[in-house]
């Protein structure tokens, strides 16, 4: 196994998880909050893909998935098309109230994006600096990796809050 089959299997990972935890969830899932601030699974699904689709785009210097593809426009979000979730306030939170299938779609348009360019990446590419405003500057291999582990730790919150809203009812 190299590399790239590696990294493809990580983000094939992610958009299994995406796909169980969107099956099946309706509007009560979807929005549901612990409390008045939390993260709903709508917002943390958005999120999770906003930021692969921003990232991705930057690193390998292609335009989003969001914008290029028009979801920017199908989800109607009150937010700036740049806007990715950090820094959301908790009513910019409750605004991200889409249905699963939109969440998946966009997802699904993320994923296939991110495993073409993963597949053209080379491990010489890997080493190539992305980012210089870090000490010491981030390379391809560690943005491929800090967008996984972004992507896993909110998929596993939005898992967790599933199982509470199932809860609640």
Do not use: C
């Not at 990972?13 to 909050?33: P, Y």
């Not at 966009?106 to 600096?129: F, G, H, P």
């Not at 990796?145 to 809203?165: F, N, R, T, W």
């Amino acid at each position: 196994m190299d590399t790239r089959d590696l990294l493809s299997d990580a983000v094939e990972r992610i958009g299994q998880g995406v796909h169980r935890l969107l099956a099946e969830a309706d509007h009560h899932v979807l929005t549901f909050r612990p409390d008045g601030d939390a993260n709903t699974i709508a917002w943390l699904v958005w999120h999770l893909t906003r930021g692969q689709d921003s990232q991705i785009a930057d690193v390998y210097s292609r335009e989003q998935v969001w914008t290029a593809e028009g979801w920017a426009d199908r989800f109607g979000l009150p937010f700036p098309h740049r806007a990715t979730g950090y820094g959301h306030s908790s009513d910019d939170v409750g605004a991200v109230d889409v249905s699963a299938e939109l969440l998946s779609g966009y997802y699904v348009a993320t994923q296939k994006v991110t495993l073409e360019q993963i597949a053209a990446t080379s491990d010489a590419d890997l080493d190539r600096v992305v980012d210089t405003r870090w000490n010491p500057p981030v390379t391809l291999g560690a943005r491929l990796i800090s967008i996984i582990d972004d992507d896993v730790k909110h998929l596993g919150q939005a898992e967790y809050v599933k199982g509470l809203a199932q809860r609640a009812r």
